[in-house]
């Protein structure tokens, strides 16, 4: 098991960067998938990043370009990297875990291991 936290949100403007922190526990943390998941009120969660214990990594359209996700295993962590920020972008993001084999995890119920979330807002 693993637990998730958060960290890096915060108010920004129309094209600034930001790099979002997702801190795990657990001493095994190397053999999990991680994906980045953001949520506006109303909505579903949608994944936005995700890379694999093996690094290999996906985005979403919405970011391909702007965004970027990596590891550091040695310090148990999954960094998302933000940027090209746009208002679209203000949502809560959530980092989540799971050990399956593949690829193409979308759907936040694939994900058994969340973290309590971290508000982006960007102002026009």
């Known amino acids: 098991q693993v637990q998730l936290v958060e960290s890096g949100g915060g108010l920004v403007q129309n094209g600034d960067s930001l790099r979002l922190s997702c801190l795990a526990s657990g001493r095994t943390f190397s053999s999990y998938n991680v994906g980045w998941f953001r949520q506006i009120p109303g909505k579903a969660r949608q994944l936005v990043a995700r890379?694999?214990?093996?690094?290999?990594?996906i985005f979403a359209d919405a970011v391909k370009g702007r965004f970027t996700i990596s590891r550091d295993n040695a310090k148990n962590m999954v960094y998302l990297q933000m940027n090209s920020l746009k208002p679209e972008d203000t949502a809560l993001y959530y980092c989540a875990a799971d050990q399956t084999p593949y690829l193409h995890l979308w759907q936040e119920t694939e994900y058994p291991y969340w973290g309590q979330g971290t508000q982006v807002t960007v102002s026009s």
């Open positions: 890379i694999t214990w093996s690094s290999t990594a």
